[in-house]
């Protein structure tokens, strides 16, 4: 068994990381952090834990020496106490956006100040094992995913891997995304009267996810739209492009098909009959599968993509134990092969 | 076993033994109707299917 400390374990994916290495097979939590829980029992802020540890949150001053360190803490806290980190585990996979990008001018670019650890931003692994897989293996340092870029870059790896794209043509992500993206902290906007019902465009261009999916597909022109809709999990990218000439449908099958066989979460879903004949977020919440569908107008070349996950799943704290597996020679499926619920 | 591909998505198709010449099949991959054209060499063509809109 290896031991697993969370730091800021009290928000939605610290409650998500604890359900999943709780329940792993080769992992022993030992330690989850919160200033503002301290002392009290993690089931008390998530009550899915009950009776599922007697763990109480401690003070993040005083940490153990661990095997792994996982971070959920809100965006730039995490890079200004690396050291300290590196010093207390030889693992660390921190799922905010301090350490995604690889370069401080496009980090300053996108989040408008300088990175507090520049030195650091070259050490982490991009912790996504669809695009990372073989380097996850060696690696000590993993950063977390950001939930629409990871349904953008997922429902773009099968027509980037394939070089598919006509790469001068603009790419168009619409995601549709639920309410835990927001965190677990309250704003007028999440108050039950305002959010729900919503359908509601919070960010027609420039969200801070948009880097990651330029600094993965290598795309320059991209533009992702961001819509509040009345989910709680789930984000779902409908992504727009062109092809080159002459690709067909039965490309786009070849394409779609081969990341499927070579990612064990990965599933095409482009159904004639029945219900969910598209990939649809609902149907995965609390799994950490990726559905992926497509289509083509062969008449003007236009492509949509689309790709539906459980933002708290694969596009935060699945992601980040699906790595985790990797980075410490487990199973890459490890803890994490159940399904989503249906009906739900 | 005969085999055949699939003419909307390329997936390979096994015929099952005991299937018929017009007998309309289910592409395992993308759920497309095809009418077995042929048995030997096995054929098959894109079958009409009904669409549905949900009434949307």
């Not at chain 1, 993040?60 to 690396?82: K, M, R, S, Y």
């Not at chain 1, 999440?190 to 600094?215: C, D, W």
């Not at chain 2, 003419?7 to 018929?20: K, S, V, Y």
Request: hydrophobic share 40%; glycine share 8%; aromatic share 8%.
């Amino acid at each position: 068994m290896i031991k697993a400390s969370i730091i800021g374990a009290s928000g939605y994916t610290g409650g998500e990381l604890l359900r999943l290495l709780i329940a792993h097979p080769k992992v022993e939590v030992i330690q989850a952090t919160s200033r503002q829980k301290l002392g009290e029992y993690l089931y008390q802020t998530h009550p899915n834990l009950r009776k599922q540890t007697t763990l109480k949150f401690t003070d993040p001053a005083e940490l153990l020496p661990t095997d792994v360190l996982f971070l959920a803490l809100p965006h730039g806290q995490a890079q200004h106490n690396i050291e300290k980190y590196a010093d207390a585990a030889e693992h660390i996979v921190d799922l905010s956006a301090d350490f995604r990008l690889r370069d401080a001018d496009f980090y300053q670019q996108w989040y408008g100040e300088p990175h507090a650890a520049p030195d650091w931003l070259d050490k982490f692994t991009y912790g996504l094992p669809e695009l990372y897989r073989e380097e996850l293996k060696s690696a000590k340092y993993v950063s977390g995913v950001g939930c629409n870029a990871t349904a953008t870059n997922l429902g773009l790896l099968p027509l980037v891997s394939a070089g598919l794209l006509d790469e001068h043509q603009p790419i168009i992500a619409e995601l549709k995304v639920g309410s835990s993206e927001g965190g677990a902290s309250v704003n007028p906007g999440s108050h039950h009267p305002e959010r729900s019902s919503t359908v509601r465009t919070y960010a027609p261009y420039g969200h801070r996810h948009t880097a990651e999916v330029i600094q993965e597909t290598g795309l320059a022109d991209v533009t992702l739209t961001m819509t509040s809709v009345g989910l709680v999990r789930g984000a779902l990218a409908t992504v727009h492009g062109k092809v080159k000439d002459g690709v067909a449908l039965k490309d786009l099958w070849k394409a779609y098909r081969s990341v499927q066989s070579e990612n064990p979460f990965l599933r095409v879903v482009k159904e004639r009959r029945g219900i969910y004949r598209v990939p649809e977020p609902k149907i995965l919440a609390g799994s950490n599968y990726a559905d992926l569908g497509f289509d083509l107008n062969p008449k003007t070349g236009h492509v949509i993509s689309i790709c539906a996950i459980d933002n708290l799943m694969k596009g935060a704290s699945g992601s980040a134990v699906q790595s985790m597996n990797l980075m410490l020679g487990f199973e890459e499926t490890l803890g994490l092969e159940f399904m989503g619920f249906h009906p739900i | 076993m005969s085999t055949t591909t699939c003419p909307e998505c390329a997936a390979d198709i096994e015929l099952e033994a005991g299937t018929e010449e017009n007998e309309i099949i289910v592409c395992p991959d993308c759920g497309v109707d095809l009418e077995v054209t042929s048995l030997n060499p096995a054929t098959v063509e894109l079958a009409p299917m009904e669409e549905e809109d949900w009434g949307e």
